[in-house]
């Protein structure tokens, strides 16, 4: 049976929160996990908006997108994206930490990100994870 959890981001740091999200996903905190097999459970991420970076990375730190074009790479900095789409920035950091095969994209699909404390899924009655 899938388990819904239900993590806060408020104050902590963006890698340490990826590998917990990441590794909950893939089911490895399951006794039943084996590699093959999407075991892992679905996480809703709260407060997206409040995840903090060390090593004064809102001023170092880039994401790069392509279009495919010529002269179509763009960067945009951590802060100008934490103003805009902070949900995106917890996404490519698990993204990154989950292995790049088949079940990458059934495993981010578990993965449900909210910028503010509220989110839809009161019904499914996630349980409160604390990291």
Request: contains cysteine; glycine residues 8%.
């Amino acid at each position: 049976m899938e388990k819904w959890w239900l993590v806060d981001a408020n104050g902590r740091t963006l890698g340490r929160l990826a590998t917990h999200i990441a590794k909950m996903l893939m089911g490895k905190d399951k006794s039943t996990y084996v590699p093959w097999r999407d075991d892992g459970d679905t996480v809703v991420c709260v407060n997206a908006e409040k995840v903090a970076v060390t090593g004064g990375k809102e001023e170092k730190k880039f994401y790069k997108r392509y279009s495919g074009y010529p002269s179509g790479l763009k960067f945009i900095r951590f802060d100008r994206m934490m103003e805009e789409h902070p949900e995106r920035i917890i996404y490519h950091a698990v993204r990154g930490m989950l292995p790049k095969n088949r079940l990458r994209a059934r495993r981010l699909n578990k993965l449900k990100i909210y910028r503010g404390s509220e989110h839809p899924h009161q019904a499914q009655a996630p349980t409160k994870l604390e990291i």
